[in-house]
C-alpha cells in the first residue's frame, strides 16, 4: 500500500525528522488562507498522488507570489496528471500540499528496503540526492552506498559511519550527528511498520547545516496490513483501478497491464510464468488475476467477472494448477461465469491437477464454447492467435 507524500512526511515528523512546513488544500480557497500560515516567498505546491515524477509532469511548482500559489493549485486540482510513472491517462489530482521553501546547500538520497540478493534489511545513501536514483543506479554505481542490516542485530552506530563516511565528497562535520539520528530513525519506520519502502528524496542539507525531508515516499508491505490496521485507515481508494477494488472484496488480487489478453491463474509462480509465455507467443497480458490457492466456485466466477469488464480484453487465458483448488471447481466456475455474462470474447483454457478429467468433462458437457489447451505452450499460442 502506497502513502501519499504528505502522509509520509507526517510519519517523519512524527519519528523526529525535519520536514518543511506545509498544509494539504483541496480547494482553491483552502490555498489563499494557507499562504498566510506557510511562510513564503518561495511555496511550493505539490500534486498528491501514487506516482513518481511529478516535477516533470508540471505537478511540482516552485511560485513566488500567493496570487501564483492559489493559481498553481487551481490548475492542479480536478485535473489530470501525467507523469513518466502514470501512463498517458494520468492520474486526477483530488489535493495539494502547500509548503513552504528550503534553501538548499546539498541534496543526499536516503532510502531503505529489503535487499533481495541479500535478504537484508538494507539502507541505501547517495550524494546523488534529487535525481532519478535508478538511472544514477545505472550510469553512476559508485554514487550509491549500502549498508546491510543484520535484523537480529538492528541499526547500530557503526552502521551509519560506514555510509557517511564513505561519501565523497564527505558530509560536514555539523551535520554528522543529525543525519545519523536520520538514519536510525528511517530504518524504525521500516521495521516497525512493515514497509516495503521508505525514501528520502531529496535530503535536503541547508547552509545552516539542518536536514530537511523535502520529499518522501511509504509503501507497506501489504502482507502485513492485517497488523497495521491505523496505517490501513490512510489508503486513498480513489487512486485504485475500480477492478483492483471489486478485486479485493472477493480477496482477489488483480493487477492492470498493458496488453488486450485477460489471465486468470492461481499462484504468483504460475502468474509469472503465464505472462512469460504469452509474450514469448507475441501477446501482451491486458492484466492477470490470482485467484489464490483455494479458491471456491463463487471466486472463480467472480474473477472472471471482474476480467470481462475490462473492455480492452480480447481474449481470456486461465491456467490452472489444481492443487487445493480442484480442476471441477474451476470448471463448475468459469462455466457460471460465461452463463451469467455471455463472455463475448474466446477463452482458453489450460489446467492440471487434481480432478483435472472432471473439470474437463464439466467443460465439455457446458455446452459452451471454450478452447482447452492440453499444456501452457498450446494455450499461449493459442490465446496469441485469437488476439492477431
Not at 329 to 348: C, E, Q, S, W
Amino acid at each position: 500500500m502506497k502513502l501519499h507524500e504528505y502522509q509520509a512526511k507526517d510519519i517523519l515528523g512524527k519519528s523526529g525528522i525535519t520536514v518543511p512546513n506545509g498544509q494539504l488544500v483541496t480547494t482553491a480557497d483552502q490555498a489563499t488562507k494557507t499562504t498566510q500560515i506557510i511562510n513564503g516567498p518561495p511555496w511550493v505546491v505539490k500534486a498528491q498522488i501514487h506516482a513518481g515524477g511529478r516535477g516533470k509532469g508540471g505537478g511540482i511548482r516552485l511560485v513566488q507570489y500567493p496570487y501564483e500559489v492559489v493559481t498553481a493549485t487551481e490548475s492542479l486540482l480536478g485535473n489530470k496528471l501525467v507523469t513518466p510513472q502514470t501512463g498517458p491517462d494520468g492520474i486526477t489530482v483530488n489535493q495539494v500540499l502547500i509548503e513552504e521553501g528550503v534553501e538548499i546547500d546539498r541534496e543526499y538520497y536516503l532510502g531503505m528496503v529489503v535487499d533481495r540478493s541479500t535478504a537484508c534489511p538494507t539502507m541505501i545513501f547517495s550524494p546523488a540526492g534529487g535525481m532519478e536514483i535508478e538511472q544514477a543506479a545505472i550510469s553512476s554505481s559508485d554514487l550509491i552506498l549500502k549498508e546491510y542490516i543484520d535484523p537480529t542485530a538492528g541499526w547500530m552506530i557503526h552502521n551509519a559511519r560506514n555510509l557517511i563516511y564513505s561519501l565523497d565528497p564527505p558530509v560536514p562535520v555539523a551535520a554528522v550527528r543529525s543525519l545519523m539520528a536520520v538514519m536510525g530513525s528511517v530504518y524504525k519506520i521500516f521495521m516497525t511498520l512493515d514497509c516495503s519502502l521508505v525514501e528520502i528524496n531529496p535530503l535536503a542539507l541547508t547552509k545552516d547545516r539542518k536536514l530537511y525531508a523535502l520529499d518522501a515516499k511509504i509503501n507497506i508491505d501489504d502482507n502485513a496490513l492485517y497488523r497495521q490496521k491505523e496505517l490501513l485507515l490512510l489508503e486513498d481508494t480513489r487512486e485504485k483501478d475500480p477492478l483492483e477494488l471489486m478485486a479485493d472484496k472477493y480477496h482477489l488480487n488483480y493487477i492492470r497491464l498493458e496488453g488486450n489478453i485477460g489471465v486468470m491463474v492461481n499462484g504468483a509462480g504460475l502468474a509469472m510464468a503465464t505472462m512469460d509465455m504469452i509474450k514469448m507467443a507475441g501477446a501482451k497480458p491486458a492484466n492477470f488475476l490470482d485467484v489464490g490457492g483455494g479458491a471456491s466456485e463463487d471466486m472463480i466466477t467472480k474473477g472472471v467477472e471482474i476480467i470481462i469488464k475490462d473492455r480492452r480484453v480480447k481474449a481470456i487465458m486461465i491456467n490452472i494448477f489444481g492443487g487445493i483448488l480442484r480442476c471441477d471447481v474451476l470448471a463448475r466456475g468459469v462455466v457460471a461465469a460465461a452463463r451469467k455474462t455471455g463472455i463475448r470474447v474466446p477463452l482458453i483454457v489450460r489446467m492440471e491437477g487434481t480432478n483435472v478429467e472432471e473439470g474437463r468433462a464439466i467443460l465439455k458437457d457446458s455446452k459452451l464454447k471454450f478452447f482447452v489447451a492440453k499444456d501452457l505452450v498450446e494455450a499461449a499460442a493459442l490465446v496469441a492467435k485469437q488476439v492477431a
